[in-house]
């Protein structure tokens, strides 16, 4: 009964590892969860499973009906499992979710891969790094001056953090991640990573924060 061809199967594992090296190292570059090796790991898992799926239907062509997509399929539903271990919560914000789009997606690759579909996984590839790498800096072009970064030095006491949540929720700004250190005198340095409104008034926001009580001092700088 024939089989793949050694030489063939190796360039097809060879080639969904350098794809999801690709990836890989755009994530690890972004200091992302699942980065360079995870990236192969997968890739590369995914074109074995469908070589093992092309081998077998040769294998038992003319003895047993079967469909090499079943066990790819099961890749694609399995896949999710691992993404979302890539995904956390942080703070106010939900962390990971690209990371865990970037996983299905090399899977894929690495099928396609593994099928002998170089052209549709070579693309997929080049569309996948292109949208991780370009895409954010296209965004932020689009929404320039929305993105900021405001630091609130304040006094440690309970109900804070609410109470400036409540300020900028006024404003209709949303809170993408905070971040919190300690400083001298019992006061906390709170950094709030933001996406304000195109019409909010920054210097406006600034003295309204400022005049929680509390607050030492509020100031804001592109994110």
């Known amino acids: 009964m024939a089989s793949l061809d050694p030489t063939v199967a190796l360039l097809r594992l060879f080639l969904a590892a350098l794809a999801g090296g690709i990836i890989g190292l755009e994530r690890e570059h972004a200091n992302r969860p699942a980065g360079f090796r995870t990236h192969i790991l997968v890739s590369a898992g995914a074109c074995l499973v469908a070589l093992t799926a092309l081998s077998v239907a040769s294998s038992f062509r003319g003895v047993a009906n079967t ?3 079943r066990m790819a399929a099961h890749v694609i539903s399995g896949i999710g499992f691992l993404g979302a271990g890539a995904i ?30 170089y052209w549709h996984g070579a693309i997929a590839t080049l569309l996948a790094g292109l949208t991780l790498h370009y895409l954010p800096a296209v965004e ?10 405001i630091t609130v030095v304040t006094q440690d006491t309970p109900g804070q953090i609410g109470r400036i949540g409540i300020a900028l929720g006024n404003r209709g ?7 919190m250190d300690s400083q001298p005198g019992g006061l906390i340095s709170i950094q709030l990573y933001v996406r304000t409104p195109p019409a909010c008034d920054l210097t406006r926001l600034v003295s309204e924060l400022a005049t929680i009580p509390g607050v030492k001092s509020a100031d804001t700088t592109p994110w």
């Open 67 to 69: 469909d090499p997509t």
């Open 140 to 149: 932020r072009r689009f929404t320039r001056g929305q993105y900021r970064l």
């Open 173 to 179: 700004v949303d809170i993408r991640n905070i971040e």
């Open 88 to 117: 956390m919560r942080e703070g106010l914000n939900i962390r990971g979710l690209t990371t865990a789009a970037s996983i299905w997606v090399i899977a894929t690759v690495g099928l396609a891969m593994g099928m002998g579909l």
